[in-house]
């Protein structure tokens, strides 16, 4: 287990550390921390604060992902889906929102708007070569395979 240290912003008190809804999920849902309620219309973007800063260890990072209920009811998602937060970062953790759906959405104070996972980063070193290994795939991609 990580220990992943966390610091409420001022002005924040009131709102919930990040926390996971169930007992096997393997996100921690976000809050946001706007003080008046913020809309986001049709096609446009915002980025919304959740009033909390990060201190992770070096070696582990945190994705900021969609939530699939605002994706799915509302079109809501993260636009740099999945938002990488790297462990030398201690700025206040923000979330892109975009709004791919018909109609407008409004965000409240508190309201769960994304939610972080934890991984460990690889540490690695490019060696250039001259050629690559073969492979059965090879080069193929981008629906390669068919549908």
Do not use: C, W
Not at 30 to 35: G, R, Y
Not at 68 to 73: N, P, Q, R, T
Request: hydrophobic share 40%; no cysteine.
């Amino acid at each position: 287990m990580f220990e992943i240290g966390i610091r409420r912003l001022p002005g924040n008190e009131d709102l919930p550390l990040p926390q996971k809804m169930s007992l096997g999920a393997s996100g921690f849902d976000l809050f946001a921390a706007v003080d008046q309620p913020l809309t986001l219309n049709p096609g446009q973007r915002k980025l919304v604060p959740t009033g909390i800063a990060l201190e992770m260890p070096a070696g582990v990072e945190a994705q900021v992902r969609p939530r699939s209920g605002l994706a799915l009811k509302h079109g809501i998602s993260v636009l740099n889906s999945p938002g990488t937060i790297d462990s030398d970062y201690r700025g206040e953790v923000g979330v892109i929102l975009i709004n791919l759906g018909d109609e407008p959405f409004v965000l409240r104070r508190g309201d769960r708007i994304a939610q972080l996972v934890f991984g460990r980063v690889l540490d690695v070193r490019f060696t250039e070569v001259d050629r690559l290994g073969a492979t059965e795939r090879g080069g193929g991609g981008f629906g390669h395979t068919g549908t």
